[in-house]
């Protein structure tokens, strides 16, 4: 993603969606709302990157542990972990992931399209392609 993000720097937009996979980690909804709440202070993909390195032990304490190591107010982040708003935030991404039959992550689609080829290279083509079309179409 990185690499086109940089090829296409005015014509992409980057939505990242959340989809815990519950069934094969028992702590993955604690771990997006904690990447939410972490959100709200402006550490979002902080958050992600040091859940992702300690994905095998997800626990509640230890997402804690990550969220002190990373600076946030304590406090600010545990309401917003357990708010209303981030419970709607992850049931609206999850209603997403079910309406476009995502069932593994990560996917990606361009202009509500399917990445099937994820190479730089096939993203990369995808783009262009779109950016051949006129506005408005796809």
């Known amino acids: 993603m990185d690499q086109l993000l940089a090829a ?7 939505v990242y ?5 519950v069934q094969i980690h028992q702590n993955a909804m604690n771990a997006s709302k904690a990447a939410i709440a ?11 990157e040091e859940l992702f ?8 304490d230890e997402i804690k542990k990550v969220a002190e ?8 982040f545990e309401a917003d972990m357990n708010s ?5 935030i992850l049931q609206d991404d999850l209603a997403t992931a079910r309406a476009t039959d995502v069932s593994g992550t ?10 099937t080829n994820r190479s ?13 079309k006129p506005k408005g179409t796809s």
């Open 69 to 76: 190591k990373l600076g946030l107010d304590m406090k600010k």
């Open 53 to 60: 390195k300690i994905s095998k032990n997800l626990s509640l």
């Open 120 to 132: 730089f290279e096939g993203m990369k083509a995808m783009v262009e392609e779109e950016l051949k």
């Open 8 to 14: 296409f720097p005015k014509d992409l937009r980057f």
């Open 84 to 88: 209303p708003e981030t419970e709607k």
């Open 106 to 115: 990560p996917s990606f689609f361009i202009n509500g399209k399917r990445v």
């Open 38 to 48: 972490a959100n709200k202070q402006g550490k979002y993909w902080e958050m992600h």
């Open 17 to 21: 969606k959340q989809m815990p996979l």
